[in-house]
């Protein structure tokens, strides 16, 4: 059973433009969303996180959206830079646990 | 202030051999995680461990895989014997353990270390 569905697999995006990238959850007992960052050859890194209880949060360049009753949750970059291709990650924790269940992971491709 | 470190970076092994990873996290920090990246994947939680204890292990291969945190710092993981099925990237992370909700602590992830298994 696949708790976090990620979307799209991958994006290519146009230097400036902006990334959309989607992450939809099953278990209503999920109360952190993390957004992670990769680069080929390294671990993930915290790129911004979301609790349920505020609909949106903005750190720079990155948003994401948030809708609790939909249970789907939206990484927004603006301005896409090159410097921004990675592979993205959502993840989902539960109340009380530390567990992170990570989507399948989103390669975005920014290009000049 | 230092990273997690993890070594090897990369393993080459055959089938039914056995293999070993290091993972020492960031000072200070109580709760130690491995996960299992397969290629395309996310990184999935194998087990899970607070200080020298664990938390959880509930989607680690016990017949295979073993992993110990001796003294509540370093750690290794251990595949004995490997399958082709284990090649991934083995990624340590850790977390401080603040005070309040424990599912936004924060996890710190090292580089992996990329196994293949011929």
């Known amino acids: 059973q696949q708790q976090v569905k990620q979307s799209p697999q991958s994006l290519i995006v146009q230097k400036g433009g902006i990334s959309i990238i989607n992450c939809a959850y099953e278990n209503t007992a999920f109360d952190y969303f993390p957004w992670y960052q990769q680069f080929p050859g390294k671990g993930p890194a915290l790129l911004i996180a979301i609790r349920p209880d505020v609909s949106e949060k903005k750190e720079g360049r990155f948003t994401i959206s948030f809708n609790k009753s939909a249970k789907q949750f939206s990484l927004h970059i603006m301005d896409s830079q090159p410097g921004d291709s990675a592979t993205y990650f959502c993840?989902?924790?539960?109340?009380?646990?530390?567990?992170?269940?990570f989507g399948k992971g989103t390669k975005l491709s920014v290009i000049p | 202030e230092a990273g997690v470190a993890q070594s090897p970076r990369y393993k080459i092994i055959e089938k039914r051999q056995s293999v070993a990873f290091w993972c020492n996290p960031i000072?200070?920090?109580?709760?130690l995680y491995w996960y299992q990246q397969i290629l395309g994947q996310g990184p999935k939680l194998l087990i899970q461990f607070q200080n020298n204890g664990v938390v959880d292990d509930s989607q680690l291969p016990k017949d295979r895989f073993s992993a110990e945190r001796l003294k509540g710092v370093d750690s290794t993981l251990k595949i004995q014997p490997a399958k082709l099925e284990d090649s991934a990237v083995y990624l340590c992370?850790?977390?401080?353990?603040?005070?309040?909700?424990?599912?936004?602590?924060?996890?710190?992830f090292g580089p992996g270390t990329r196994l293949t298994v011929l």
């Open positions: 993840g989902c924790s539960g109340a009380g646990s530390y567990q992170l269940t």
């Open positions: 992370a850790s977390s401080l353990l603040r005070g309040g909700y424990p599912s936004t602590d924060t996890q710190y």
């Open positions: 000072s200070g920090h109580a709760t």
